[in-house]
Every structure is written in C-alpha cells, then in structure tokens.
C-alpha cells in the first residue's frame, strides 16, 4: 500500500502527483497489463533485445 503523507499548507494537486510517480515507480500498472495475455519468453526476450538496441542509438545519437 503506498502512503503519502500530506505536509502542512500542500496542496491536493502536489500531494496528488507524488502519489503518482510512487505508484508509477511501483510498476504495478506495467505488471498488470503484462499478466492480462500470456506471451511466450521468446517474445518477451526478443522485445527486450529491440528495446536495448533502440536505447542504444538513442544514447549514441544523443552523444553526437
């Protein structure tokens, strides 16, 4: 369960948006959505790799 407590004089809005970097840092919504279809660990693997090749040239493109 996440907790966030409120500070004296802050408002909603503030108190609001740390509670969702907490729960996005959680990654609970990312694994929900990952169990809702079953994907075979070949796939998974394979996505992960394209993902890292993509960060890659990401990183080199920034670094020119």
């Given amino acids: 369960m996440i907790m966030i407590n409120i500070k004296d004089g802050e408002s909603l809005d503030k108190a609001l948006k740390r509670f969702k970097k907490k729960f996005e840092k959680t990654g609970v919504l990312r694994e929900l959505r990952s169990r809702q279809a079953y994907e075979k660990k070949s796939v ?21």
């Fill in 44 to 64: 998974a693997r394979r996505t992960e790799v394209k993902h890292a090749i993509y960060v890659q040239n990401m990183n080199q493109e920034a670094a020119l």
